[in-house]
């Protein structure tokens, strides 16, 4: 007997038993697995979350239902898409809106990139399918047999999705800032581009914003690409001819006739096709008067912005022997004569 045991045992190939990984290399290995989810974070509530999932798994291999107490804490948390690099969850998609007699809900639309606003029953029929995702997912791997048919659809799913709404989806914080005053500096346009009017930053919306209203239009990308590499690509070659008639000429122009009429015409193609070049015109009717209004009001502007860099960084606590504290200084006395100069001229 012990001769066969050595001989089966001969013949079984080498063993080695590993153990087990640690948590930090089990880490290492997720992170490496699932690059776009966030592995710094832990979530307060993980430790009960997982109490409910494995209670829910015990019901569903002996076959029970009543699973609507333990989807509750689930759902919410439940992964639904990707936005970048940011894994959205149920919460970040669905909140509760009090209405009336029912509890309406805010969805964010993924395609417009904005909140909408939608009735309690059409909110729970699209709940229901996110509870049943949540169910299936936390089935495990090993699992045999098919998944329970009153997880697909039925009236278990819209009551728990109603549940849901009612007790996990509240965020007061969402519905006395959505659409509010710090709303005010960015216009939202239908296809989901957000134009900041304090930066000038063009970007896709995203559920932060807590916008639910657009212009109603799209924004006109290639429009505004086509006018940056053409338009404007033309009229800064005008332009150049400008100053460069004004550096042969020095500061006051030496003829009656300022602009040859080639150069009024390009003026008038190239600069004409803007907004703010058609007005000034039809106030001046002289390209030379359009010419420098536009000039002093950069010169302005361009100070201005200039100016409140300077403000900032000077009231900034630092040593004034820092070098960035010395440039500021120095843009700042700069900025001072060119004031003086601009008050000092006619209009």
């Not at 993980?46 to 029970?64: A, D, F, I, S, T």
């Not at 300077?310 to 500021?328: I, N």
Request: charge should be negative; include cysteine.
């Amino acid at each position: 007997m012990d001769h066969l045991l050595i001989q089966v045992l001969e013949r079984m190939p080498d063993v080695s038993i590993k153990n087990y990984p640690s948590i930090n290399e089990t880490l290492e290995e997720l992170q490496a697995k699932y690059p776009r989810l966030n592995w710094n974070v832990r979530e307060p509530e993980w430790r009960r979350q997982e109490e409910y999932r494995m209670e829910l798994v015990r019901r569903m291999y002996k076959g029970e239902t009543g699973v609507d107490m333990l989807v509750k804490p689930l759902v919410p948390n439940h992964p639904v898409m990707y936005m970048g690099e940011q894994v959205m969850v149920v919460k970040d998609l669905f909140k509760a809106i009090p209405g009336g007699k029912e509890v309406d809900a805010c969805k964010f639309d993924s395609s417009t990139h904005k909140w909408e606003l939608m009735p309690s029953l059409v909110a729970n029929e699209q709940l229901a399918d996110y509870v049943a995702d949540t169910i299936i997912a936390s089935l495990p791997p090993h699992w045999k047999g098919e998944v329970p048919s009153w997880c697909r659809h039925g009236p278990g799913m819209r009551s728990a999705a109603a549940g849901v709404i009612r007790s996990q989806l509240y965020d007061r914080a969402f519905f006395q800032n959505i659409d509010s005053e710090a709303t005010r500096q960015f216009v939202m346009f239908k296809n989901g581009i957000l134009f900041d009017r304090d930066t000038y930053r063009v970007r896709p919306a995203c559920a932060n914003d807590l916008i639910s209203n657009s212009l109603g239009i799209d924004y006109p990308g290639k429009q505004l690409e086509k006018i940056a590499t053409e338009d404007v690509g033309r009229l800064e070659v005008t332009l150049r001819k400008v100053k460069i008639l004004e550096a042969t000429q020095g500061d006051e122009y030496k003829h009656l006739k300022i602009f040859a009429d080639n150069l009024l015409k390009e003026l008038e193609v190239n600069l004409g096709q803007f907004t703010v070049g058609q007005f000034l015109w039809a106030c001046q009717e002289d390209w030379s008067m359009v010419i420098y209004i536009l000039k002093h009001a950069a010169r302005a502007f361009f100070a201005l912005k200039l100016t409140l860099g300077v403000l900032d960084e000077l009231e900034r606590p630092r040593d004034r022997g820092d070098a960035a504290f010395q440039t500021a200084v120095h843009a700042g006395e700069s900025h001072v004569h060119i004031r003086g100069d601009l008050q000092g001229e006619e209009w």
